[in-house]
């Protein structure tokens, strides 16, 4: 399985980004899927999860109302709309699956990764 994280950038305070992760070398519909950041100095942190069939959802309390996260088993796609975006989410930020379809919580369970895409949120 590989994972492929894309649609980073640069942008304002405010303003909305949305991330695209491409599942390869497997079917989507067979893992939870997540989204986590990792910011200079500090550690990995868990953003959103999806379940298998996109109608469960977890995110964590910093982004919950602002970000969305989403998936399309059938183009192998899973999504991180973030809108209302402020200095505090910049981050380089990974996609990640986990072969428990339910899992989406499960932060320990997310054991395929691919690389960062970097959002930079400028005040």
């Known amino acids: 399985v590989q994972l492929q994280a894309s649609g980073g950038g640069v942008v304002q305070t405010g303003a909305s980004l949305t991330l695209s992760c491409k599942l390869s070398?497997?079917?989507?519909?067979?893992?939870?899927m997540g989204w986590f950041r990792q910011a200079p100095g500090r550690e990995r942190e868990f953003v959103a999860g999806i379940g298998w069939s996109g109608t469960m959802t977890a995110y964590a309390d910093s982004v919950k109302g602002r970000f969305t996260i989403s998936r399309d088993n059938a183009k192998n796609m899973v999504y991180l709309r973030m809108d209302s975006l402020r200095p505090g989410d910049t981050a380089d930020y990974f996609c990640?699956?986990?072969?428990?379809?339910?899992?989406?919580?499960?932060?320990?369970?997310?054991?395929?990764w691919g690389q960062g895409t970097l959002v930079t949120v400028s005040s």
């Open positions: 070398g497997g079917t989507l519909s067979s893992f939870a």
């Open positions: 990640a699956a986990n072969p428990h379809p339910y899992g989406h919580r499960n932060i320990n369970g997310f054991n395929y």
